[in-house]
């Protein structure tokens, strides 16, 4: 029983730090050209909001009309 314990806490840490990881170029440059975004902004607003695409596209077209 610990053992199956251990392996879940595993799987939440290894979820934990999935969302927690660098935005990998591949993801900034889909958010830039469908938001006009650079790559870089497009990066640094993934690491601010998180990998939740829809919130992290809002953010960036929200963060070009005020630019």
Same mark, same amino acid.
């Given at each position: 029983m610990a053992d199956k314990r251990t392996a879940m806490a595993d799987r939440r840490i290894a979820m934990a730090d999935?969302?927690?990881r660098e935005p990998d170029d591949k993801e900034a440059?889909?958010?830039a050209e469908t938001t006009d975004v650079s790559p870089n902004q497009a !990066?640094?607003?993934?690491?601010?909001?998180? !990998?939740?695409?829809?919130?992290?596209?809002?953010?960036a077209k929200n963060f070009k009309a005020e630019g």
């Open positions: 999935r969302k927690k440059l889909r958010l !990066k640094d607003l993934m690491r601010k909001h998180g !990998k939740d695409s829809a919130k992290v596209e809002k953010e």
